[in-house]
Protein backbone atom coordinates (compact mmCIF):
# COMPACT_ATOMS: atom_id res chain seq x y z
CA UNK A 1 0.00 0.00 0.00
CA UNK A 2 1.44 3.68 -1.06
CA UNK A 3 1.92 5.83 1.86
CA UNK A 4 2.66 9.15 1.11
CA UNK A 5 4.07 11.78 3.76
CA UNK A 6 4.71 15.62 3.14
CA UNK A 7 7.46 17.45 3.96
CA UNK A 8 9.63 20.29 2.68
CA UNK A 9 13.25 19.78 2.42
CA UNK A 10 15.96 21.88 -0.09
CA UNK A 11 15.92 20.78 -3.56
CA UNK A 12 18.00 17.67 -3.19
CA UNK A 13 17.21 13.88 -2.07
CA UNK A 14 18.05 14.08 1.88
CA UNK A 15 17.63 11.91 4.95
CA UNK A 16 16.63 14.12 7.89
CA UNK A 17 18.88 14.65 10.60
CA UNK A 18 18.75 11.46 13.05
CA UNK A 19 21.79 10.84 15.59
CA UNK A 20 23.69 7.57 13.91
CA UNK A 21 21.15 7.26 11.40
CA UNK A 22 22.57 5.13 8.28
CA UNK A 23 22.36 6.34 4.72
CA UNK A 24 22.96 5.25 1.18
CA UNK A 25 22.43 6.27 -2.04
CA UNK A 26 21.43 4.68 -5.51
CA UNK A 27 22.28 7.29 -8.69
CA UNK A 28 22.17 10.26 -6.06
CA UNK A 29 18.43 9.28 -4.66
CA UNK A 30 19.44 8.42 -0.46
CA UNK A 31 18.36 5.95 1.13
CA UNK A 32 17.84 5.74 4.75
CA UNK A 33 17.94 3.38 7.29
CA UNK A 34 16.87 4.21 10.85
CA UNK A 35 20.19 3.61 13.47
CA UNK A 36 18.94 0.19 14.62
CA UNK A 37 18.44 -1.21 11.52
CA UNK A 38 20.81 -3.70 10.85
CA UNK A 39 23.41 -2.63 7.71
CA UNK A 40 22.37 -5.59 5.60
CA UNK A 41 18.50 -4.19 5.00
CA UNK A 42 20.11 -0.91 4.04
CA UNK A 43 22.71 -2.84 1.47
CA UNK A 44 19.67 -4.87 0.26
CA UNK A 45 17.43 -1.76 -0.22
CA UNK A 46 20.14 0.05 -2.20
CA UNK A 47 20.85 -2.88 -4.14
CA UNK A 48 17.32 -2.99 -5.58
CA UNK A 49 16.96 0.23 -6.24
CA UNK A 50 20.55 0.67 -8.28
CA UNK A 51 18.56 -2.07 -10.35
CA UNK A 52 15.41 -0.58 -10.10
CA UNK A 53 17.66 2.88 -11.15
CA UNK A 54 19.67 1.01 -14.25
CA UNK A 55 17.43 -2.02 -14.53
CA UNK A 56 19.56 -3.12 -18.23
CA UNK A 57 23.04 -2.67 -15.68
CA UNK A 58 24.68 -0.55 -17.94
CA UNK A 59 26.09 2.15 -15.66
CA UNK A 60 23.69 4.97 -17.03
CA UNK A 61 19.98 5.81 -15.61
CA UNK A 62 17.37 4.27 -17.54
CA UNK A 63 15.39 7.58 -17.57
CA UNK A 64 17.43 10.72 -15.81
CA UNK A 65 14.29 12.82 -15.97
CA UNK A 66 12.42 11.02 -13.97
CA UNK A 67 15.07 10.31 -11.37
CA UNK A 68 16.07 13.91 -11.64
CA UNK A 69 12.50 14.50 -10.32
CA UNK A 70 12.75 12.18 -7.06
CA UNK A 71 16.12 13.86 -6.43
CA UNK A 72 15.13 17.40 -6.73
CA UNK A 73 12.04 17.36 -4.49
CA UNK A 74 13.83 15.74 -1.70
CA UNK A 75 11.88 12.63 -1.83
CA UNK A 76 14.04 9.55 -0.13
CA UNK A 77 13.50 5.45 0.08
CA UNK A 78 13.72 4.40 4.42
CA UNK A 79 14.01 1.75 5.92
CA UNK A 80 11.93 0.73 9.19
CA UNK A 81 11.75 -2.07 11.75
CA UNK A 82 8.58 -0.55 12.91
CA UNK A 83 5.85 1.84 13.51
CA UNK A 84 7.56 3.56 16.34
CA UNK A 85 10.32 4.56 14.10
CA UNK A 86 8.28 5.36 11.36
CA UNK A 87 7.17 7.64 13.47
CA UNK A 88 10.11 9.14 15.01
CA UNK A 89 11.60 9.69 11.16
CA UNK A 90 8.36 11.50 10.16
CA UNK A 91 8.91 14.13 13.28
CA UNK A 92 12.38 14.85 11.72
CA UNK A 93 11.63 14.54 8.36
CA UNK A 94 8.92 17.69 8.32
CA UNK A 95 7.58 20.12 10.90
CA UNK A 96 4.64 21.96 12.31
CA UNK A 97 5.65 25.18 9.80
CA UNK A 98 5.54 22.70 7.02
CA UNK A 99 2.40 21.38 7.31
CA UNK A 100 0.85 24.53 8.16
CA UNK A 101 2.31 25.63 4.83
CA UNK A 102 0.37 22.59 2.81
CA UNK A 103 -3.19 22.99 4.64
CA UNK A 104 -2.85 26.88 3.41
CA UNK A 105 -2.20 25.78 -0.02
CA UNK A 106 -4.75 22.96 0.19
CA UNK A 107 -7.50 25.47 1.21
CA UNK A 108 -6.48 27.96 -1.20
CA UNK A 109 -6.16 25.50 -4.30
CA UNK A 110 -9.94 23.56 -2.42
CA UNK A 111 -8.82 20.82 -5.08
CA UNK A 112 -7.26 17.98 -3.11
CA UNK A 113 -5.51 16.15 -5.93
CA UNK A 114 -4.12 19.60 -7.63
CA UNK A 115 -2.98 20.38 -3.96
CA UNK A 116 -0.98 17.18 -3.46
CA UNK A 117 0.72 17.00 -6.56
CA UNK A 118 1.82 21.06 -6.08
CA UNK A 119 2.37 19.76 -2.63
CA UNK A 120 4.72 16.54 -3.71
CA UNK A 121 6.57 18.83 -6.25
CA UNK A 122 7.39 21.68 -3.72
CA UNK A 123 7.82 19.40 -0.28
CA UNK A 124 8.56 16.13 -1.56
CA UNK A 125 7.50 12.44 0.05
CA UNK A 126 9.09 9.29 1.37
CA UNK A 127 8.53 5.85 0.71
CA UNK A 128 9.50 3.04 3.22
CA UNK A 129 9.72 -0.87 3.44
CA UNK A 130 9.80 -2.30 6.85
CA UNK A 131 12.81 -5.18 7.18
CA UNK A 132 10.42 -7.76 8.44
CA UNK A 133 8.49 -8.09 4.77
CA UNK A 134 11.90 -7.79 2.96
CA UNK A 135 13.32 -10.21 0.95
CA UNK A 136 17.23 -11.02 0.95
CA UNK A 137 17.01 -14.74 -0.45
CA UNK A 138 17.54 -14.96 -3.91
CA UNK A 139 14.23 -16.04 -4.58
CA UNK A 140 10.57 -15.70 -4.18
CA UNK A 141 8.61 -11.87 -4.21
CA UNK A 142 10.87 -9.09 -2.66
CA UNK A 143 8.50 -6.03 -1.58
CA UNK A 144 11.67 -4.06 -1.31
CA UNK A 145 11.15 -4.00 -4.85
CA UNK A 146 7.13 -2.73 -4.87
CA UNK A 147 7.98 0.28 -2.36
CA UNK A 148 11.37 1.51 -4.49
CA UNK A 149 9.70 1.19 -8.15
CA UNK A 150 6.29 3.28 -6.13
CA UNK A 151 9.32 5.50 -5.42
CA UNK A 152 10.42 5.83 -8.92
CA UNK A 153 6.82 6.41 -10.83
CA UNK A 154 5.02 8.14 -8.07
CA UNK A 155 7.71 10.56 -7.57
CA UNK A 156 9.52 10.57 -10.59
CA UNK A 157 7.59 9.47 -13.58
CA UNK A 158 4.15 11.12 -12.77
CA UNK A 159 6.28 14.30 -12.12
CA UNK A 160 8.50 14.09 -14.78
CA UNK A 161 5.24 13.14 -17.59
CA UNK A 162 2.41 14.84 -16.04
CA UNK A 163 0.13 14.18 -18.74
CA UNK A 164 1.49 10.63 -19.63
CA UNK A 165 1.64 9.24 -16.04
CA UNK A 166 0.70 12.00 -13.61
CA UNK A 167 -1.74 10.24 -11.03
CA UNK A 168 -4.68 12.24 -11.59
CA UNK A 169 -7.76 10.76 -13.87
CA UNK A 170 -6.92 13.11 -17.07
CA UNK A 171 -3.29 11.11 -17.64
CA UNK A 172 -2.61 8.43 -20.35
CA UNK A 173 -2.31 6.29 -17.68
CA UNK A 174 -5.28 7.04 -16.06
CA UNK A 175 -7.43 6.14 -18.85
CA UNK A 176 -5.51 2.42 -19.32
CA UNK A 177 -6.34 1.84 -15.94
CA UNK A 178 -10.11 2.42 -15.85
CA UNK A 179 -10.00 0.84 -18.84
CA UNK A 180 -8.53 -2.17 -17.19
CA UNK A 181 -11.32 -1.65 -14.15
CA UNK A 182 -14.17 -1.44 -16.90
CA UNK A 183 -14.82 1.91 -15.72
CA UNK A 184 -14.06 5.48 -13.62
CA UNK A 185 -13.50 4.57 -10.21
CA UNK A 186 -12.25 7.27 -7.58
CA UNK A 187 -12.52 5.05 -4.51
CA UNK A 188 -11.81 1.00 -4.94
CA UNK A 189 -14.59 -0.91 -5.49
CA UNK A 190 -15.58 -3.87 -3.64
CA UNK A 191 -16.40 -6.09 -7.09
CA UNK A 192 -15.47 -4.77 -10.58
CA UNK A 193 -17.54 -5.07 -13.68
CA UNK A 194 -16.96 -8.41 -15.65
CA UNK A 195 -14.11 -8.67 -17.92
CA UNK A 196 -12.02 -6.30 -15.64
CA UNK A 197 -8.05 -7.40 -15.05
CA UNK A 198 -7.01 -5.08 -12.57
CA UNK A 199 -9.43 -5.13 -9.39
CA UNK A 200 -7.59 -3.59 -6.71
CA UNK A 201 -10.03 -3.25 -3.53
CA UNK A 202 -8.40 -1.54 -0.61
CA UNK A 203 -10.68 1.16 -0.10
CA UNK A 204 -7.89 3.00 1.48
CA UNK A 205 -6.47 3.52 -1.49
CA UNK A 206 -6.85 7.20 -3.22
CA UNK A 207 -7.28 7.26 -7.41
CA UNK A 208 -3.15 8.44 -7.38
CA UNK A 209 -2.45 5.37 -5.00
CA UNK A 210 -4.52 3.41 -7.34
CA UNK A 211 -2.37 4.65 -9.88
CA UNK A 212 0.84 3.56 -8.48
CA UNK A 213 -0.31 0.34 -7.90
CA UNK A 214 -1.70 -0.11 -11.12
CA UNK A 215 1.70 0.85 -12.66
CA UNK A 216 3.15 -1.16 -10.48
CA UNK A 217 2.07 -4.36 -11.41
CA UNK A 218 2.03 -3.30 -15.08
CA UNK A 219 6.01 -3.37 -14.65
CA UNK A 220 6.40 -5.80 -12.69
CA UNK A 221 4.73 -8.57 -14.81
CA UNK A 222 6.60 -7.15 -18.06
CA UNK A 223 9.60 -8.24 -16.60
CA UNK A 224 8.38 -11.75 -15.79
CA UNK A 225 8.58 -11.05 -12.04
CA UNK A 226 4.81 -11.77 -11.53
CA UNK A 227 5.20 -14.78 -13.17
CA UNK A 228 4.76 -17.04 -10.44
CA UNK A 229 2.28 -15.56 -8.56
CA UNK A 230 -0.63 -15.81 -9.94
CA UNK A 231 -2.78 -17.56 -7.33
CA UNK A 232 -1.44 -14.93 -4.75
CA UNK A 233 -2.34 -11.71 -6.90
CA UNK A 234 -5.44 -13.06 -8.94
CA UNK A 235 -7.60 -11.29 -6.50
CA UNK A 236 -6.16 -7.76 -7.67
CA UNK A 237 -4.34 -8.63 -11.15
CA UNK A 238 -4.81 -10.86 -14.03
CA UNK A 239 -2.25 -10.22 -16.48
CA UNK A 240 0.88 -11.74 -14.58
CA UNK A 241 3.34 -12.26 -17.39
CA UNK A 242 4.33 -10.50 -20.24
CA UNK A 243 2.32 -12.90 -22.82
CA UNK A 244 -1.30 -12.02 -21.05
CA UNK A 245 -0.60 -8.69 -20.44
CA UNK A 246 -0.20 -7.90 -24.05
CA UNK A 247 -3.05 -9.79 -25.36
CA UNK A 248 -5.30 -7.25 -22.78
CA UNK A 249 -3.62 -4.27 -22.76
CA UNK A 250 -1.72 -4.21 -25.70
CA UNK A 251 -1.91 -0.10 -25.35
CA UNK A 252 -0.39 -0.24 -22.03
CA UNK A 253 2.45 -2.66 -23.07
CA UNK A 254 3.34 -0.24 -26.11
CA UNK A 255 3.34 2.97 -23.27
CA UNK A 256 5.32 1.01 -21.54
CA UNK A 257 7.92 -0.10 -24.23
CA UNK A 258 8.34 3.45 -25.86
CA UNK A 259 12.43 3.82 -25.12
CA UNK A 260 11.90 7.71 -24.33
CA UNK A 261 10.71 6.57 -21.29
CA UNK A 262 13.03 4.32 -20.61
CA UNK A 263 10.98 1.24 -18.87
CA UNK A 264 13.53 -1.71 -19.63
CA UNK A 265 12.13 -5.45 -19.26
Not at 23 to 42: H, N, R, W
Not at 87 to 108: Q, S, V
Not at 166 to 172: E, I, V
Not at 184 to 212: L, V
Request: net charge negative; hydrophobic share 35%; proline share 3%.
Amino acid sequence: ILSIIFFAKPAISGCPDIEDIKVTESFGVQICAMPKVDQKYLDHAKKVMDKLIDYNEDGIVDNQQAIDKVINTGSVYAVFRSGREERKFEEHFYTDEMLDEFDELCEELRDEVKCITIAEEKFGTFLAVFTNEMNLGDSGWDPTIEEGLHLITHMGYAHAYPDIFGQHKDSYIAKLMDEARGGYFEKARRNYPSGAYYTYDDRSCDYSCQITEFTYWAITSLRGQQAERSKDIKHEWKPNTPEKLSQSAPDLVALLSDKKYGIYY
